[in-house]
Structure formats: structure tokens, C-alpha cells
């Protein structure tokens, strides 16, 4: 099996963004807004929230930052994102799991709840004119290749990155055949704001005395 490529070195990494029309802080931006969505989120909170609105969060952050002359809004499918039609890119966002950003060429992060037919057909689409060992495709008319910008998130911090799956088993991406760090996992994004719990207000006594 071909080891990935991963980019976490800033000359690396940055000039792989570049040839994407993309930037670090931007997409940092991105994973940090579903990141601060969460430090809300508590049991009081319907189930399944905190992902739903991380989600969201990263989605609309995508946009807004990057939305323009390269990039517009991608939704086919339900599937979330951007997309850049010059280069035949497009970017989805998805919840990861505790693996997302730890550059080590021995694990394989992934999404953390079962995905679809969707993300199964996009997977199948990035392995199009790709075989083990070469450079991966330049993309060719109609045909998307797709990222997939996952990131995980709990009160330790978060780690995220942008990742090309080839294969899609058990409704999970899989062979990562690049990663780019954007956030290392660990890397010490605390949670902020912090929720902090309520202090009960101190009860002073204060004299009155009336006139006349």
C-alpha cells in the first residue's frame, strides 16, 4: 500500500494550498469557528447537535472566507462545501474522528459517523486516471476531484486537515492518499471561549435608614 503524502512543514504545506487557491489561515479560520461552536454545546442540547452545528459552522466559515473570483458556494448531493470550477476542485467539510491532523503515515483518520452514496461516488472520482506509485491526476473536463476538510474537536483541542480519499469502505473514506495538516492534533487550539461554570452572586447586607 503507497504511504501518504503528508504536508505539515510550512513550505510544503503552504505551496501545495497555493496551487489550490487556497491559504492556511483561512481554512484555520474555518475548522476554528466549528471549534468554538462546540465549547457551547452541552447536554441541554438536542441530540446530535454539537455535530450538526460544528458542521455548519465550518461550512459557512468555508464560504464566507473564501467564496469569490476562485471559489463558490458546493452543495451537490447534500454534500456541504466549496468549489473552484477552474481547477475542477471542490472542498467538503465533515466531522472526523479523534485522528484528524495527527501527522503520523500509520493511521488513517476518517469520518466519524457512516456516510453515503455520495461521498462513495466522489471517492471513486478522485481515483480517475490514478494508479500507485504516479502523480496523482491533473483533473479533465466534468470531473471533480474532491477534498474533504475534517476536523475533530473536544475540550483537549482540535486537530484538522484536508485530505484526498481514493477508497470508501463501510461508509468511511479511506487511502488518504494527501494529507495537509492544517491544525495538528494537540497542537494546543484550546476551546474558547471557555464556558465557565456560574459563580452564585454574594449576598450583602446593606443598612437603610428613612428620613425624619
Known sequence: MTEPAIYIEPIYRDTELAAMDLEIDGLRWAVGQAHQVAAYINRNDVKGWRLIAMHNAAVRALRERFSGPHWEREDTENQEGIRNPK??????ATNF????????????????RPKGH???RKARCNQTGWLPGLDLPEPVSQEWQTWVLGFYSDDDGIGAELSLPLEFRGNKFSKLVKRIIIIPRGDGMPVEPKRQPVTPIEEVDIPVQRRG
Open 87 to 92: 481547477r475542477g476542485l471542490r472542498i467538503i
Open 97 to 112: 474522528d479523534e485522528l484528524a491532523g495527527v501527522p503520523d503515515k500509520n493511521v488513517t483518520p476518517t469520518n466519524l
Open 118 to 120: 455520495a461521498s462513495s
